[in-house]
Nanobody, 116 residues
Framework: VQLVESGGGLVQAGGSLRLSCVAS????????MAWFRQDPGKEREIVAR??????????YYGDSVKGRVTISRDSAKNTVYLQMNSLKAEDTGVYYC????????WGQGTQVTVSS
């Protein structure tokens, strides 16, 4: 499975960004994807996760982003999105897309910089 992120950039505090993660390869084996964030010198932290199955799905959000971000999926495009609103300076970091129950696959990351 290959993952390619896009949508990062520079935005002012209070602004919005939508990140995209396109999956390719053996995507039929994937039932969960997530977004992580990492700042230099800090541990990678989970931002949001989405899981799906034939009977339903679920989402999870990290405490620091609850109420400000939404994770969604377009199955036809094998794409997961992260809509981020009311961005804060502390949201700055490299955002990585991961796939698989144990985050088996990772993308290269996309930089998000929020200026205050």
């Amino acid at each position: 499975v290959q993952l390619v992120e896009s949508g990062g950039g520079l935005v002012q505090a209070g602004g919005s960004l939508r990140l995209s993660c396109v999956a390719s390869g053996r995507t039929f084996s994937i039932y969960t994807m997530a977004w992580f964030r990492q700042d230099p010198g800090k541990e990678r932290e989970i931002v949001a996760r989405i899981a799906w199955s034939s009977t339903g799905g679920s989402t999870y959000y990290g405490d620091s982003v609850k109420g400000r971000v939404t994770i969604s999926r377009d199955s036809a495009k094998n794409t997961v999105y992260l809509q981020m609103n009311s961005l804060k300076a502390e949201d700055t970091g490299v955002y990585y897309c991961a796939a698989g129950p144990s985050n088996n696959y990772w993308g290269q990351g996309t930089q998000v910089t929020v200026s205050s």
